[in-house]
């Protein structure tokens, strides 16, 4: 099983960046898929959630600005940032699995960095 987060930057408040999280190994339409995220001092916390039926789920300080989706045919879960700000600056990490204790694999971060 592999992961692997990109589309990371450095982006100024009020952009956008989508996320990528290419997946290998596995299928992914049998597994509920999450994206996380660690900011400098901070717990690792979830973000978003993608059921294995589609159903998604989104934090409180993200709803409405964020976007979680999965092409199954290209192996990929996506998520869409809008509207950035600057607490959303962190590493962000795709995961198998949808609350922390049931993560049983992680990508490797992607920073996101929100400053102008």
């Known amino acids: 099983v592999q992961l692997q987060a990109f589309g990371g930057g450095l982006v100024q408040p009020g952009s956008s960046l989508r996320l990528s999280c290419t997946s290998s190994?596995?299928?992914?339409?049998?597994?509920?898929m999450g994206w996380f995220r660690q900011a400098p001092g901070r717990e690792r916390e979830g973000v978003s959630c993608?059921?294995?039926?589609?159903?998604?789920h989104y934090e409180y300080f993200v709803k409405g600005r964020f976007t979680i989706s999965r092409d199954t045919a290209k192996n990929t879960v996506y998520l869409q940032m809008d509207r950035l700000e600057p607490e959303d600056t962190a590493v962000y990490y795709c995961?198998?699995?949808?609350?922390?204790?049931?993560?049983?694999?992680w990508g490797q971060g992607t920073q996101v960095t929100v400053s102008s």
């Open positions: 995961a198998r699995g949808c609350r922390l204790g049931y993560v049983d694999y």
């Open positions: 993608i059921s294995k039926d589609d159903e998604t």
């Open positions: 190994g596995f299928t992914l339409d049998n597994y509920h």
